[in-house]
């Protein structure tokens, strides 16, 4: 039977986080709670690091793009995720999932590479003091993060624009809470080879290259702080780079428990649980771990909450 006696998928269907209806009202109070300290947590970094003249290094340059990315994120899934879990007909438009799947694409592609670029930031500041300034210089600084975006941006074009080259008939059910690569292409009627070659070759480049920067940068900065004799030295040394270590360990080992898990124990509810942590506890998280270990923040966000208007500064 040819694809022409199949009716074309206008919406889609999402099964959401859970199909029991006892749970919808508890788990929406739940996900809304964490949307909220997602957004507050968030929007509370930015303008911390925008306002405070303590806070106009690179490293809350970085921070600061990181904290817009995590709102971006959890904002293109929280809002259609918390309407579904008060509705019966959980349902999105065609166009609509093709916007989510490339603004979901996005933020998650320009967070593995901010990532990478915070690392990179905090070898040279530890391993390289003297040219800190020089190597990451504000006009460095802007040209990363405006290649990070571009980058993310140009993945989430080419990716969803495979996936939606593909013809969705019949089935129109996705076993997920928004809109992902895998569930989508699930669906597919017609061959779902190039896409998901695409798919699989950029989340592999993404993740394996953020990585090795990841792992180089820190293994110098170690090897340097280890060769520091005083004790007070290598405790400040290890202070700027812990909260981004730690960030980075959350991140990197949610994405990794979800793409080496064997085959045999892998299935999309694996899938979602994993995605609940990395598109809205772990940006939920990020400005927790910032802020607590931080003291700089945490003098900054003291300030400002004594005398608002003191902190301020023309940006």
Aim: glycine letters at 4%; one cysteine or more.
């Amino acid at each position: 039977m040819g694809p022409e006696n199949f009716s074309r998928v206008t919406e889609f269907i999402l099964t959401g986080v859970s199909d029991h209806p006892e749970l919808q009202i508890p788990l929406f109070l739940v996900f809304l709670l964490i949307y909220g300290l997602t957004v507050s947590g968030n929007l509370g970094i930015i303008i911390l690091t925008s306002v405070d003249p303590r806070l106009q290094t690179p490293m809350y340059f970085f921070l600061r793009h990181l904290a817009i990315i995590n709102l971006g994120n959890s904002t293109v899934i929280a809002p259609k995720m918390l309407i579904n879990f008060l509705v019966k007909k959980k349902t999105t438009s065609y166009y609509e999932c093709a916007t989510q799947l490339g603004g979901f694409l996005l933020f998650i592609v320009s967070e593995i590479i901010m990532l990478a670029v915070m690392a990179y930031d905090r070898y040279v500041a530890i391993c390289n003091p003297l040219l800190y300034m020089v190597v990451v210089s504000r006009k460095i600084c802007l040209l990363l993060v405006s290649l990070t975006y571009l980058y993310g941006f140009s993945t989430a074009v080419v990716v969803s624009s495979c996936v939606f080259s593909v013809s969705y008939c019949s089935s129109n059910v996705i076993n997920h809470f928004y809109c992902d690569n895998v569930p989508l292409l699930a669906l597919s009627c017609s061959d779902t080879y190039l896409p998901q070659t695409v798919v699989f070759i950029s989340a592999a480049t993404n993740l394996f290259s953020s990585m090795i920067t990841v792992l180089v940068s820190y293994f110098n900065i170690v090897l340097s702080i280890l060769r520091i004799r005083s004790a007070e030295g290598r405790k400040k040394a290890f202070s700027t780079c812990g909260s981004h270590m730690m960030a980075v360990t959350v991140f990197y080992g949610t994405l990794l428990f979800m793409y080496l898990q064997p085959k045999t124990n892998h299935s999309l509810d694996t899938d979602k649980m994993a995605s609940v942590f990395y598109t809205l506890v772990i940006p939920m998280l990020n400005p927790m771990i910032y802020s607590l270990r931080n003291k700089d923040v945490k003098d900054a966000l003291k300030k400002f909450m004594a005398n608002p208007g003191s902190s301020c500064k023309p940006m």
